[in-house]
C-alpha cells in the first residue's frame, strides 16, 4: 500500500467544514463503467473512461490538497473494484471513530474489507455498521448533528443503528429523490451558516427545515448533474470545485469563500466529485 503522507495517528471529524487534516483517497487506476448505477453514469456507458485522463485529474487533486496543507493517506486501488476511486461511500468519520459501511451494489460489495484492513494497519479506531446497508455520501455532520439520506444505498434500519451508536448526536433522517444517488449530490454543508442545495430533489418540509438553519445556497439542474453540489470544504473559507460550474464558483466567491478549482470532468462521469473521492480522517 502507498502513502502521501505520514500516518494518521487518530481519527477526528466533527463537522464538514473544520479544517481538514488528513483525508482518505484511492486513485483512479481501475476505473470503469462496467455496470451502470446512477443517472450520470447512463449519459456516459458508450463513452465510458479514460483512465489515463481520470488518473491525472486525480493527481492534481492529491498535489492541491496537499499544496493547501493536508496530508493524503492513498488505499491501494484492485482491479475488481472500479468504483474505489469513490472512498467516502465506503466509510464517513464520526469524533474517533471511522464507521464503515456496507455497499448497496453488488460491483462495489468487498470494498468495505479493504478500508478494514488499512485501518487496522494504522491502528485507526472503526466499526462496522453490521449488515445494515448505508453508505458515506448520504451521512452529513455537523456538530452534534448528523444528516442522513434515505436512499436506494442507505436504509432506515441502518439510520435507526447510527442513532444507537451514537446517543449523543442528533440523527436527522432526509428523503429527496433516489435518482441523485446520494444526499451530498443534492446537499453540502460549507459552513456552520451555510450550505448548497438542489432543491428539486427535496420536499418543502425539509428545504424550510434546513433553511432554519442554513443560507441556502441553490445550484441550479445543469451544474447538479455535473456534480456542482459535490464540492469539498477543507477549512478557513477554502473550497474544491470544478471550474465548469461557474454559478456554483460565482456565489461562493461572493460569499467570500475561497475557491479552488479542479478539472475533475474525467472523474464525474462516474457520479461523484470532490466529496465522494475523500474519507476525511482528521477535521480539526
Avoid at 481501475?30 to 465510458?48: A, G, L, P, S
Avoid at 468504483?83 to 456496507?102: A, C, H, L, N, S
Avoid at 443503528?161 to 453540502?188: A, G
Avoid at 473550497?239 to 475557491?259: A, D, E, I, T, Y
Wanted: proline content about 4%.
Amino acid at each position: 500500500m502507498t502513502s502521501y503522507a505520514k500516518e494518521a495517528p487518530f481519527a477526528w471529524c466533527r463537522s464538514e467544514y473544520d479544517t481538514l487534516q488528513s483525508v482518505l483517497l484511492c486513485a483512479p487506476h481501475y476505473m470503469e463503467i462496467k455496470e451502470v448505477i446512477n443517472d450520470v453514469q447512463k449519459r456516459y456507458q458508450k463513452e465510458n473512461i479514460d483512465t489515463e485522463k481520470a488518473m491525472q485529474q486525480h493527481e492534481q487533486f492529491v498535489k492541491a490538497l496537499q499544496e493547501n496543507g493536508v496530508a493524503v493517506e492513498m488505499l491501494e486501488s484492485a482491479e475488481h473494484f472500479p468504483e474505489q476511486v469513490f472512498t467516502r461511500d465506503i466509510g464517513f468519520t464520526v469524533d474517533d471513530t471511522v464507521f464503515i459501511g456496507g455497499m448497496a451494489s453488488a460491483i462495489r460489495q468487498g470494498e468495505e474489507a479493504e478500508l478494514e484492513k488499512w485501518l487496522e494497519s494504522r491502528h485507526i479506531r472503526f466499526k462496522p455498521l453490521g449488515s445494515n446497508r448505508v453508505e458515506g455520501g448520504d451521512v452529513i455532520i455537523d456538530q452534534d448533528t448528523l444528516y442522513v439520506g434515505i436512499s436506494s444505498r442507505t436504509s432506515k434500519t441502518a439510520i435507526q443503528e447510527l442513532q444507537e451508536k451514537l446517543p449523543r448526536f442528533n440523527v436527522v433522517p432526509i428523503s429527496f429523490n433516489e435518482k441523485y444517488l446520494h444526499l451530498d449530490c443534492v446537499f453540502n454543508i460549507l459552513s456552520p451558516t451555510e450550505a448548497l442545495i438542489f432543491p428539486e430533489a427535496l420536499d418543502a418540509e425539509t428545504i424550510k427545515m434546513l433553511a432554519k438553519r442554513y443560507t441556502l445556497m441553490k445550484v441550479s439542474a445543469e451544474e447538479q448533474f455535473a456534480l456542482g453540489t459535490n464540492v469539498l470544504s477543507i477549512g478557513n473559507r477554502r473550497v474544491f470545485s470544478q471550474p465548469q460550474n461557474k454559478k456554483v464558483n460565482h456565489m461562493l466567491k461572493k460569499r467570500g469563500f475561497h475557491v479552488i478549482e479542479v478539472d475533475f470532468s474525467e472523474i464525474i462521469k462516474s457520479g461523484g466529485a470532490f466529496r465522494c473521492c475523500t474519507m476525511p480522517l482528521v477535521r480539526k
